[in-house]
């Protein structure tokens, strides 16, 4: 009759020492279209897929300015992701009001898994289904978290979640070593084709993706669709599908083409992979 | 319903709340500068109630976590309650041990809120407070009064110091004043202040603070000549004044 007798609550242990309740927020997570974050010393760049629920609607907005020098890309329930960028945009302007000096990103993302876990020890309350990367720039230099419903939060050089954010992450994992040093540029390209990676199939155009900015020198800004069109061309029309070449920089470009190839296989297997890590185990390990 | 009255005057309650009208133990300016390295401060010691000079050995220079330091003219225990707010402040503050931290400016513009705050409760703190500071290489110095009035200058100071020392800063201050022209300089406000200041007294704190941290020095006196013939005879050339 039951499936699950230990699921009913978000404050019932199971006797495997597990919060179901919890781990289904965290599904939520990777329900949501794709979204990812990365790096340099300098700059964030934060990307994610825009999928339209239905022919005849816009598609809803996934990457919010916090404040100057932070946004966030969500995945998962967007309304929770709303409710929690209201939420970090007051604490910004509060902390801005009192000492005219931006929030230290770090600080406002403790602050938010602090809201997050109280929601996984309240009878009366639900987790939040959605994981938000964080990213932002403060004294101690760029940031990049990645914010979990269980309350759970981590910095990264780079992630992706959301739905078959496997292929992004495997993109990423064998790129991310380069991107501390990595221009403001490249790291928009390889954000893009970290994006292009949770596509399957689906060719990458402007209108599908958003891309998002924030560094040194440049306040957070989501870049606008014909600007996305361009590198996104650059790339694309130059090197055919496979290869992007003839971007600016011939190192980049290298780099870019050599593993191109590879990372076409490197998405299917990742594709299996993903599939594979998703079953096992507990997403509590996220 | 007469009893209900009764306990209300005698617990006092909402509508009638004492507030500071006036301030008991004052201490009197506070003079500080810039200099090639950092900030320069001083302030004498004493602690006066009303007209009565009351204390002597008041310290109203303080540092305030590790790039700021602070001083205050005013009401004494308001400066002391002032420090409280910032103690737990700073506290807090390393709490989060995440390698950022409160500079100077963030002190100052956090002491402007709370003193406008409280202005706006028609319960000010009285102090007129000078914040200096140095952080990654950035000087401040900046100032806040007790109705709320801030802000940054090159030298500041409070009190009877902004009618006796701030002409002399005016004329004599440099960017680039070394440490031991800045104390000079900073002396001979004192002595100016001392002399006509009925509140100064002689026993005085010069504080530093730079990249490496603060420095308050101990407690030292100004050589003073009190026979100049304007102060045997203030009056004579000043016919019809006092």
Same mark, same amino acid.
């Given at each position: ?10 404050? /019932? ?30 700059? %964030? %760049? ?42 970090? $945009? ?7 009001? &009192? ?34 990367? @964080? ?27 959301? !739905? #078959?954010?496997?292929?992004?992450? +495997? ?12 221009? #403001?540029?490249?790291? =928009? ?6 994006? #292009? ?12 993706? /958003? ?15 014909? &600007? ?8 694309? =029309? ?49 | ?18 507030? +500071?009208?006036?301030?008991? @133990? ?31 050995? %008041? ?8 790039? !700021? ?96 020392? $701030? ?28 002399? $006509?200041? #009925? ?9 530093? =603070?730079?990249?490496?941290? %603060? ?8 050589? /003073? ?9 203030? +009056? ?7």
């Amino acid at each position: 009759m039951f499936r699950n007798q230990y699921d009913t609550d978000v404050t /019932t242990w199971s006797p495997a020492g597990r919060l179901f309740q919890v781990e289904y927020a965290m599904e939520a997570v990777k329900q949501g279209s794709a979204a990812i974050g990365l790096r340099s010393k300098t700059h %964030v %760049v934060l990307g994610c897929v825009n999928k339209a629920n239905s022919e005849l609607t816009s598609h809803q907005k996934k990457i919010f300015k916090v404040d100057d020098h932070i946004g966030v890309a969500i995945a998962g329930l967007t309304a929770d992701g709303r409710v929690l960028s209201r939420y970090m $945009r007051s604490e910004c302007i509060n902390y801005g009001f &009192t000492y005219e000096s931006p929030l230290p990103v770090g600080r406002l993302v403790v602050q938010l898994a602090d809201k997050a876990q109280v929601c996984t020890q309240r009878s009366w309350k639900r987790p939040y289904g959605v994981g938000l990367l @964080v990213g932002g720039l403060d004294e101690s230099g760029a940031h990049l978290y990645y914010n979990c419903p269980s309350g759970n939060y981590f910095e990264y050089q780079a992630f992706a979640i959301g !739905s #078959r954010s496997q292929a992004a992450k +495997t993109y990423l994992e064998r790129r991310f070593n380069s991107f501390m040093d990595s221009s #403001r540029d490249d790291l =928009i390209k390889d954000a893009l084709l970290a994006i #292009r990676e949770t596509l399957q199939g689906e060719t990458l155009k402007s209108s599908i993706c /958003t891309v998002a900015v924030v560094g040194a020198g440049e306040a957070f800004h989501v870049l606008d669709n014909e &600007t996305v069109q361009k590198l996104i061309d650059a790339f694309e =029309i130059a090197g055919g599908e496979e290869a992007p070449a003839a971007a600016p920089d011939a190192a980049a470009e290298e780099g870019g083409a050599a593993d191109q190839g590879a990372a076409a296989d490197q998405g299917a297997a990742a594709a299996d992979q993903g599939a594979a890590t998703e079953e096992g185990v507990a997403p509590m390990d996220i | 319903m007469e009893s209900n009255q009764a306990k209300n005057s005698l617990l006092s309650s909402h509508d009638n709340i004492q507030r +500071t009208q006036y301030p008991y @133990v004052t201490g009197t300016s506070v003079v500080a500068l810039k200099y090639k390295d950092g900030i320069l401060m001083a302030s004498d010691m004493g602690g006066s109630y009303g007209s009565t000079l009351r204390y002597k050995s %008041v310290e109203r220079l303080k540092p305030i976590g590790k790039h !700021s330091l602070l001083g205050a003219s005013g009401e004494l225990s308001d400066f002391q309650e002032i420090l409280r707010y910032l103690d737990e402040l700073i506290l807090y503050d390393n709490m989060w041990d995440d390698g950022n931290s409160l500079g100077p400016k963030e002190v100052h513009n956090y002491l402007t809120r709370v003193m406008y705050n409280r202005r706006n409760k028609f319960d000010p703190l009285w102090n007129t407070l000078v914040l200096g500071g140095v952080k990654k290489g950035q000087k401040y110095l900046g100032m806040v009064s007790m109705i709320g009035v801030n802000f940054e200058d090159d030298h500041v100071a409070t009190g009877f110091g902004n009618h006796l020392a $701030r002409p002399i800063l005016r004329d004599e201050w440099r960017e680039d004043l070394t440490f031991e022209e800045g104390v000079k300089l900073l002396e001979k406000c004192m002595r100016v202040l001392l002399y $006509r200041d #009925r509140s100064a007294v002689n026993k005085l704190q010069i504080a530093k =603070i730079t990249e490496e941290g %603060v420095t308050i020095s101990q407690p030292y006196s100004l050589k /003073t000549f009190w026979g100049f013939s304007a102060f045997q005879n203030p +009056t004579v050339g000043a016919e019809g004044s006092w």
